[in-house]
């Protein structure tokens, strides 16, 4: 059986985190939790939480701490995830950051390594503004960069409807883009100071930044 393997992808919006995170979830068969994930499912399921967390979301700005740290708690109380995991979008604060370090004792896991996707601010925009993924399955295109193969249906499902998020437009990317410098940015040396963080150059197509990840967390 492969060894248990805890890893945490961060970068910035855009950066290619959830693209990533889905491949190696393919590849090392552990799941992938990503927090924008759940938080917009709640607010799609229309719970006091969920519709909460839309109106911040929408805007570009973060989900309280509380909010999120309450959803990583469940999530790692899952038996699953003994046998690993990839985290997309958390810790997203510094304090999120200790939260989970605390979440990861109680359940007696570590970190294995916290891979920072690097993308120039130039990229981002670009990148957001042209996603738009499958309603049926959430598998991610770019209207340039990752087209389907066959025109309108989803590679992965099969699927013939797409949608695009509320918050991928320029302003709300400019915010989120500011509140990751100001807030995220900051959670790096706090891994690198443990000597986890593993950091990749994110601009090359998919399968460079996905072979690049693979080579520096070793799997
Ligand atoms: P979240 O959903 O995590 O959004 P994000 O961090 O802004 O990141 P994105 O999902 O926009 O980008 P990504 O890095 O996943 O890139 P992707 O692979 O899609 O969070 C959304 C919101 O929820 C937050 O703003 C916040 O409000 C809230 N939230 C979530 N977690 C929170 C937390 N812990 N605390 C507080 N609030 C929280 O790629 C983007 C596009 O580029 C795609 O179209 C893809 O096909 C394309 N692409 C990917 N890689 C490449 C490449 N190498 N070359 C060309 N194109 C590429
Ligand atoms: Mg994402």
Known sequence: MRKAFHIVLMGPPGGGKGTQARLLEERLKIPHISTGEMLRS?????????????????????????????????ELEKPEAKNGFILDGFPRTLRQAEELDTLLDAEKLHLDVVVEIQVPDDYIVDRVVGRFSCVKCGAMYHEKYCLPHVYGKCDACGGTQFMRRIDDNIDTVLSRLAKYRALTAPVLPYYESVGLLKCVDGTGTIEEVKEKIRKVIGH
């Open 42 to 74: 709640a607010g799609r399921e229309g719970t006091e939480l969920g519709l909460k967390a839309k109106a911040l979301i929408d805007k570009g700005n973060l989900v309280p701490d509380e909010m999120c740290i309450q959803l990583m708690k469940t």
